[in-house]
């Protein structure tokens, strides 16, 4: 049964829902996130927040005291191409770098209404082309993203196998964006329990990003995207959400692909519970299995080791 806490999320998205008639600008949109979606996250303490132009793109390095600073975990936030920040993710972000032992490096890119795709992702591909200039290691380099995060996390992959460079170790992956086309079956099985992602809702999200141009272009739904040499994943879901269909198509797509997949499916859970980090015990629960499942991958010792000097 989802604990008391975790109603929040599921309260903002019906907020959301019912306050969607009278949010008829951009601004407004983005003001109700800036004002609802973040007071959901606690704050995670220990954490300092540098912003920083990474390649004319407004970023923000999160950095936990006593964090590894040669390993990186590089966000994309979500927020359907309406709205988002790196002012509304960075207390989740800080959440997730800390229980990982890493720094963040957590990127904007123009929202829809100011640029249609492929904007974003050229900006996601500069913040990513800035990190590893700073020096950094790919494969000291975890990539992550949340709902449409997950877009541009496979777009700079692909555009990475694309061009013959190297790789991140390893992907993580909140209540992922993946169809375009809208195929999942969850649309209609989970439409009386999502009280925001209705198929029509999502469908002009989708519009409103792309425009008329190809749903199932790889570059925007990387459920039809080439996942061969990808880095493993970890995706995660929640099992009520309209989008959760569509992290199972992905992950068995991956597995296919031959790519190391684990996906975790949360009872009860909305999409993006994660951002309820430090206040609901299912997503703190969520932001430790991506830590103990990562910090391997990182060459990081498991929470609680000790270690006489950092890890190489």
Same mark, same amino acid.
């Given at each position: 049964m989802a604990s008391m806490p975790s109603q929040a999320n599921r309260n903002h998205y019906a907020a959301l829902a019912a306050n969607a008639g009278k949010l008829t600008s951009p601004r407004a949109i983005i003001d109700h996130n800036d004002m609802h979606w973040t007071a959901l996250t606690g704050e995670p303490g220990g954490v300092d927040y540098i912003e920083v132009d990474a390649g004319g793109v407004p970023a923000m390095w999160v950095v936990p005291k006593g964090a590894d600073e040669q390993r990186v975990l590089f966000y994309a936030h979500g927020g359907g191409f309406i709205g988002g920040s790196i002012y509304t993710h960075r207390k989740l972000v800080g959440h997730l770098a800390k229980a990982i032992g890493c720094r963040a490096l957590l990127y904007d890119y123009p929202l829809a209404h100011q640029a249609k795709h492929p904007a974003q992702l050229e900006a996601a591909t500069s913040a990513w082309d800035w990190l590893v200039d700073q020096g950094f290691d790919p494969k000291r380099i975890v990539i992550a993203g949340d709902s449409c995060g997950a877009v541009l996390t496979y777009g700079v992959l692909q555009r990475l196998r694309a061009?013959?460079? =190297? %790789?991140?170790? @390893? #992907? %993580? !992956? !909140?209540?992922? *964006?993946?169809?375009? @086309? %809208? #195929?999942?079956?969850?649309? &209609? #099985? $989970?439409? /009386?329990? /999502? =009280?925001?992602? +209705?198929? &029509? @809702?999502?469908? *002009? %999200? +989708? +519009? $409103?990003? !792309?425009?008329? @141009?190809?749903?199932?272009? =790889? &570059?925007?739904s990387p459920l039809y995207a080439d996942l061969s040499g990808f880095p493993p994943v970890f995706l995660q879901a929640g099992a009520d959400e309209t989008l959760a269909d569509e992290s199972r198509m992905f992950a068995e797509r991956a597995r296919q692909a031959g790519v190391e997949t684990r996906l975790d499916v949360f009872d009860g859970m909305l999409h993006s519970f994660q951002m309820m980090a430090g206040r609901a015990p299912e997503a703190d629960d969520a932001i430790a299995r991506f830590a103990a499942w990562v910090r391997p991958r990182l060459g990081l010792p498991a929470a609680g080791e000790k270690t006489s000097e950092k890890a190489a």
């Open positions: 061009q013959r460079r =190297p %790789l991140p170790v @390893a #992907t %993580l !992956i !909140i209540s992922g *964006w993946f169809d375009m @086309a %809208l #195929t999942g079956a969850s649309y &209609e #099985t $989970n439409r /009386d329990r /999502d =009280p925001a992602f +209705a198929r &029509e @809702a999502v469908d *002009w %999200l +989708a +519009a $409103n990003f !792309i425009g008329d @141009a190809d749903r199932r272009d =790889p &570059e925007v």
